[in-house]
């Protein structure tokens, strides 16, 4: 069975930084292109990374310039490292994957970005 489990959120000022993790089970996950997006209260979910079974990274406009994507040594774990956080950054971050014709979500972890 596919899990995907993220964490690593919580709350920090802006300007501040957070790397979130999105870990698998079930699949070998660098085989598959993993997506990040987000959700913020009241806001359609936004794209915000991809990382592809070859490496190849990209991002959404907000996000790029600030925020990377890579592949842990785990080969099972993905990062997302998020620079110079606003505001608006503040969302539920969720990390996602098809698989066969069916799309796979984590549970979400909530980054808050707050004075």
């Known amino acids: 069975q596919v899990q995907l489990v993220e964490s690593g959120g919580g709350l920090v000022q802006p300007g501040g930084s957070l790397r979130l993790s999105c870990a698998a089970s079930?699949?070998?996950?660098?085989?598959?292109?993993i997506n990040w997006y987000r959700q913020a209260p009241g806001k359609q979910r936004e794209f915000v990374a991809q990382?592809?079974?070859?490496?190849?990274?990209h991002y959404g406009d907000s996000p790029k310039g600030r925020f990377t994507l890579s592949r842990g040594n785990a080969k099972n774990t993905v990062y997302l490292q998020m620079n110079s956080l606003k505001p608006e950054d503040t969302a539920v971050y969720f990390c996602?994957?098809?698989?066969?014709?069916?799309?796979?979500w984590g549970q979400g972890t909530q980054v808050t970005v707050s004075s």
């Open positions: 079930g699949i070998i996950f660098s085989a598959y292109t």
């Open positions: 990382i592809t079974n070859t490496g190849s990274t």
């Open positions: 996602g994957t098809g698989i066969e014709g069916r799309y796979y």
